[in-house]
């Protein structure tokens, strides 16, 4: 399969690995899955251990209690190391087989034994790195920029485990947002270190929703620039542009909606693995979440219009295409009719009822004034209709 | 009733074969329907035994009781035996007359003594042979394409029937999505043969739900293509593979809908019959179907979008052949005006001040040169305003 | 009022007869209601009697109480016979006043002692009537159809009342899809007559939805035939044929959905009226109209695509029409102008600059060629841009 | 303010009067108001007293227990007997203050010691004058109605207070639709006298809801005469009729919308104000609410399907005068083309490859044979195409 | 960043400053905050204290037990004065934060403790001044509005703290609504100071919403000044104007809809801070909102339908010019056709049947004749087609 028919496939078709008809529970990693990496971060209020390529011993020995343990994966190419951690911290084989499917909509889930979730991170696209800059360039601005490649907004799956004491992430790809938890976690007396590991599983949570407002706010300005672009110089790629514009939205909205609902879920369940006061945390996130999507319907229901004006703007051009010619073809061709009349060949001299005037000392000069009148007149009446300028 | 009228028919009107007014519970069966072929598949953790094409004494007899039984039956032609079946299950009478009723939308109902599914399993189309092929022929390109063939997707109802220890199966045609159910189950020592009869029909519907995601791959493939097909050069067909392809969404939405409403009911439904580690594994089902829902929403979203761009490019096009025509009319029409200003027949023997200019030495050149200075003028102008090119 | 205008009012203008301010529970009757035809049926598991056209004391003297005594009465010219029904079987006022009405929608009222059905019952229109048929004439193909002549779809409404061994039906008009019901009364040794007034009153309903099935069929095909009509040759006319068809739909669909509330209605009520095994079948029905609603809607949907393309044939139509004029023209107008130059009466005897082309032997043939040039050019040049065929 | 800026606020500017920030309860009466008139009918099952303008002193005084009390007051200039009034009664400051600003919605508040009540009473308009009528005019036939003129529907806010023994009704204009219930309450011996102030109250919101269905009766002949005005001779200006319409339809939406929903809330209300018997008739009332929304909501559907027809009906106008010209254009200018070839001075003198058929005996009769064929075939084209009639 | 961009993020992206990842309950000020201004007044049923400019010294000491204080902060630009206000009155972190975020939609939570609400009132735009002086000057008159300058609604955050006692407001700008309930605060004797803080917080909201209703006047007569511009002399401009007047009213909704929520949750609530007789305060506030989103969605619809009629009047011009165009070429090309005729130089000498009309005495004037009557005769169909004025 080639690259481009993948990217193609990546678009719409989310596809489920696992053949139709295989038990459920199934790991079958996908062949083009990215090699696994696993990290293991361990702390307590006072201690803190850091392993940035754990091995997979490690790993499944990292068990004193009372340390919360946070094991990252990056890549879910190795299929025993996944079913290692899964025996190891006692998942569902059903929470497990949803991580490498990597398609799913965000969802909770409440296991016995550990809670399961589906988060979706935005990629790091030209959407992120472009937003915090001012300057913002024109997108598709050259004229090859074909449907395909206006598509901007992808999103990658990130799987969360929060068990007593520790959390287990596995995302799809390298690189993730996770930074900023990292740092706060590494700083020595941290309020965060003494909280519990559902405090850590809603900060992860949290910095993956927080991506979502950079990528909101370049959409926002893509759609001022359209906005902008179709009032004043509508062409006819502009409804590609629409077009596109809506599908990212679509497809930000299909990630936001099922987050907000897990969120939600969350809510109202009440395992005691999570705690009072992180659920006040949640509640938060839950409300960032409404923002989001309020910004999403927001964005859709401006692009939308934005087809009308598109339409209206076309009309509008075809319509001074036709007064153009109108207005050129009604001056000229009475006027061409009336020179035509002179241009007949009745004989004169065959009778004095024979086109008289071709011989009158004035007639040039009277049909030439008559033909001057006739188009000041009808200029005066395209004037009046407002049909020039 | 010829084979194109029961096609036309098959495509819209889901006819209940029971004239209006009977009693409820007669099974009347559809003189079209297929004959019935049925076979026995009996197992317990050590044993297994199956008969591809069982007599009705065999299945009538099949009851050792520890063995969970599942009775598959294709084709509904035969209603001695399905009467015989449900006498022997004591399945209640208006459950029979739903199965041989091949219309119905999914659904599910608790009858005392045993549960009752209805789902739609897609038949193998066009749609699913293709869908794993990587080169997809563009569809309906031959113009002769009717609206009618564009139509490729269509479903089989297949009813469930769950009792304590036995499946009963009824299919409308032969040939179903369950051959690898039946892999799984003759595996020996397979951890399936220990589950119940519930996760045998959770498998059933799990096989019958797993098997749109090709489908729906397929139709995402579709969306893509006419995207491409509408934006690069709209022929006036594209409406209609438009229309044809909102049709067929709306058929997979009207299959799906159901189907997971069938499964919340399932959910929340307090039956012995079904296990609670079985519930685990619907809900996942559920789940699945949620995310097949998504998939037909986005899809029928962007080909909504689709019309607008159709029209639009529409729209374009008559704009194009409009320029063509005014900048032709507009350049030509004066220029044919002088042509025949100085094609009239006034004497200018008559008098000097009739068409001097016809015996003026440089007339004829002054003119040309004239029409020269205005058609430049008139190109010029429609440069500036973007008409050409 | 003339006739017309009746039938234009029963379109839209659902009248209730009461003028404003009536007391509630008067029964006035619409002077143009049928006269009043009483008949009853009387049964028991082993006897039956039925009287087609009883006349009142007969009515109300039926009351050999375990006798199960269902009293129909069609047309509801006759105030008095109403009311004394009423009182014989201790019907509220609020309920046969609602009866009279005949514009209400269906519903389910729960009265003490007896409970209220409405159900509206398709009238035999050409609708049903073409239904059963398989070749189906084009509709509306003769261009005097007018839009009001397309209104296919009406509907009668039925009152039912269901006390304890009674059930009282009132019908607006004489006819009815009752006579299967009364056939299978009839049968000697039937089930259905051990079984309660209940029972009755559920295949009465069930009766009525079934009576919706032939005709939802039958605008399966009307979209179809307009699916086909619209896209092969539309005509100005098609947008009224889908107006028509909408229209109908709505008011099929204003009948079916409050059908659907009253039957889940019923099944939420615990009234003792109703056993239990009665409510399974009352399932059953409610999943009918489930299925007839899910119907409607698909050709609702569908109707609407209609539009979509009807727009956008005439835009491709007025798109062939100008393609015409513009290759017509752009061709002609420029060689046109080539003739004018060489009609122009500058005198070659004046000076050697006025049109020496006149004088030279092959200045004829040489224009005629340029002109060949000239119109193969843009011929190849509209090929090129594919307007030609 | 002009009285014509007065009426355009009124249409869409539902103004409270308190100024922002005053305090909660302050009556402010609108200086437009009219003067307060006040009226009581006091009743008992034997005794029946009517003041039709009624001082201050006697609502005041009107209190001997055992009868019913109903205080009208119509316009709602008059701060001091409003307050009054509600000194008198117990009403809550807040119920009073909603009294006099006469924009609310429909709405029910059950305060203790008294219920409140806002409906929405549609005003005696052209529609509900000419609606009784056979003959409808056509609406703003004539060319200079502008679309202000075409708002016909406007209501006024009629407040109702019950408290036991009492009702007291807030109109803001002069007429109301309760004679029919005066006329019920005089009729000596009537039913009506023994019920409690509840029935009273009911009987008054029943009127003012039965009032609409001539008001949507006349919108439903609207409808049917706009549908039957675009099909066949469609004008610009039905745009603006069908824009109107909705409009109106829109406030009677607005205005029957939230009294369902206000009947609802006094259903689902325990208060002891309302008895179980009145209860069944308020349920009565819902159902018409149900009713007319339903009707509001059918003509919505109906007018939105009229812009379709519109549009289509303006699009295949513009393309007949487009085929009109194109006609006309392809069939001359090929000819005059031929006849300006034949107008071109070359010299047949010069060389006999000029224009030899200028001198053949036959060239003008074979030029004009050659004409009329091109115009013969062009014009079956035209009519193979379709484009003749 | 320069100003003009700095008003474009304002007007879509509705940034979060925190950077994504920073710890919850973090206060980072936006640098471009307004410096912090904050006022205290202190009130109880007979002392009154007000304090214009407060310094922190003041604030936090004032804390004498039975008097309800109020703090108002205008700018958010001082993180001290916030974190010390805070710690105070034992402000939950996360209600702090949400402060300073100033896009948040309005919201209500109950922290242990202390409400919260987050509102958002009106800014005094152009709308604002406008909306009570009776002339409105047409919006956007000048060719050279841009979209931009359109834009008229803003909203500013504001958080209320509703504790025992107290009641603090954070507003992002200075300038409020809040004049009024000072100056009822300060009338001696007012029965406002005996009501306790939730009645202070109550009367705050009520204000801010109060403050919606100009506003949405004043978008009244904007939807009636569009609207009779659109249908009086549509110009390609109204779709911009359409489009604007949409973006506000999608703004005011986005303020209003959770303003409406946050209502309901308070009145669900049930936390002691609320006394039941604010309730009762509140639930008409709550009634407020839902009148003002009634007003929003009507303006909505309204719109909406205009782009209907601005398409259909665009539609109609085209027509217009398309009919001159039409009528002239139609009548003139013939004519010039047959003149060409005559223009032919078949020699009349060379034979008999070259032109002999040519010579004929009376040919001029019977063709002269000829072209009249075929003149005639198109301009009368063209009348009988009603393509006249």
Same mark, same amino acid.
């Given at each position: 399969?080639?690259?481009?028919?993948?990217?193609?496939?990546?678009?719409?078709?989310?596809?489920?690995?696992?053949?139709?008809?295989?038990?459920?529970?199934?790991?079958?990693?996908?062949?083009?899955?990215?090699? =696994?990496?696993?990290?293991?971060?361990?702390?307590?209020?006072?201690?803190?251990?850091?392993?940035?390529?754990?091995?997979?011993?490690?790993? %499944?020995?990292?068990?004193?209690?009372?340390?919360?343990?946070?094991?990252?994966?990056?890549?879910?190419?190795?299929?025993?190391?996944?079913?290692?951690?899964? #025996?190891?911290?006692?998942?569902?084989?059903?929470?497990?087989?949803?991580?490498?499917?990597?398609? #799913?909509?965000?969802?909770?889930?409440?296991?016995?034994?550990? @809670?399961?979730?589906?988060?979706?991170?935005? @990629?790091?696209?030209?959407?992120?790195?472009?937003?915090?800059?001012?300057?913002?360039?024109?997108?598709?601005?050259?004229? =090859?920029?074909?449907? &395909?490649?206006?598509?901007?907004?992808?999103?990658?799956?990130?799987?969360?485990? %929060?068990?007593? #004491?520790?959390?287990?992430?596995?995302?799809?790809?390298?690189?993730?947002?996770?930074?900023?938890?990292?740092?706060?976690?590494?700083?020595?007396?941290?309020?965060?270190?003494?909280?519990?590991?559902?405090?850590?599983?809603?900060?992860?949570?949290?910095?993956?929703?927080?991506?979502?407002?950079?990528?909101?706010?370049?959409?926002?300005?893509?759609? &001022?620039?359209?906005?902008?672009?179709?009032?004043?110089?509508?062409?006819?790629?502009?409804?590609?542009?629409?077009?596109?514009?809506?599908?990212?939205?679509?497809?930000?909205?299909?990630?936001?909606?099922?987050?907000?609902?897990?969120?939600?879920?969350?809510?109202?369940?009440?395992?005691? %693995?999570?705690?009072?006061?992180?659920? %006040?945390?949640?509640?938060?996130?839950?409300?960032?979440?409404?923002?989001?999507?309020?910004?999403?319907?927001?964005?859709?229901?401006?692009?939308?219009? @934005?087809?009308?004006?598109?339409?209206?703007?076309?009309? !509008?051009?075809? !319509? &001074?295409?036709?007064?153009?010619?109108?207005?050129?073809?009604?001056?000229?061709?009475?006027?061409?009719?009336?020179?035509?009349?002179?241009?007949? !060949?009745?004989?004169?001299?065959?009778?004095?009822? !024979?086109?008289? &005037?071709?011989?009158?000392?004035?007639?040039?000069?009277?049909?030439?004034?008559?033909?001057?009148?006739?188009?000041?007149?009808?200029?005066?009446?395209?004037?009046?209709?407002?049909?020039?300028?």
């Amino acid at each position: 399969m080639s690259h481009a028919s993948r990217r193609k496939r990546l678009r719409y078709s989310h596809r489920r690995r696992n053949p139709p008809g295989s038990a459920p529970g199934t790991l079958t990693v996908d062949p083009s899955a990215r090699p =696994s990496q696993a990290s293991l971060i361990a702390y307590q209020a006072q201690t803190y251990h850091e392993s940035p390529a754990a091995a997979i011993d490690e790993l %499944l020995q990292a068990s004193t209690p009372p340390e919360i343990r946070w094991v990252n994966v990056e890549g879910l190419g190795d299929v025993k190391l996944l079913q290692s951690l899964g #025996q190891r911290f006692g998942l569902h084989p059903l929470a497990l087989e949803d991580a490498v499917n990597v398609h #799913q909509r965000p969802k909770f889930e409440d296991y016995q034994g550990h @809670l399961f979730f589906i988060v979706r991170m935005p @990629l790091p696209s030209p959407a992120n790195t472009t937003a915090n800059t001012t300057t913002v360039a024109t997108p598709n601005s050259s004229p =090859s920029s074909s449907l &395909e490649e206006m598509q901007r907004f992808h999103s990658e799956q990130v799987s969360i485990y %929060l068990g007593p #004491q520790f959390v287990l992430t596995l995302q799809e790809l390298p690189g993730d947002t996770f930074n900023s938890v990292r740092k706060r976690l590494r700083t020595e007396g941290s309020q965060f270190r003494r909280l519990g590991a559902d405090y850590l599983a809603y900060t992860l949570i949290d910095s993956v929703i927080d991506a979502y407002f950079p990528v909101l706010e370049h959409y926002g300005e893509l759609v &001022e620039e359209l906005e902008l672009a179709v009032v004043e110089n509508s062409s006819p790629n502009d409804i590609l542009k629409i077009h596109a514009l809506k599908r990212d939205l679509l497809s930000i909205r299909r990630a936001l909606w099922p987050m907000r609902d897990m969120l939600s879920a969350i809510l109202r369940d009440d395992t005691p %693995l999570i705690q009072d006061t992180t659920r %006040l945390y949640l509640r938060d996130c839950h409300d960032h979440t409404i923002q989001l999507i309020d910004m999403v319907e927001t964005y859709r229901e401006l692009t939308s219009g @934005l087809v009308d004006i598109h339409l209206s703007s076309v009309s !509008n051009r075809m !319509n &001074e295409v036709m007064k153009v010619l109108t207005i050129i073809a009604t001056i000229f061709i009475p006027l061409t009719f009336i020179s035509g009349i002179y241009g007949m !060949n009745f004989d004169p001299a065959a009778s004095p009822w !024979n086109m008289p &005037e071709l011989r009158s000392p004035y007639g040039y000069v009277s049909v030439i004034a008559a033909m001057t009148v006739i188009a000041a007149g009808l200029l005066g009446w395209f004037k009046y209709k407002g049909w020039l300028g």
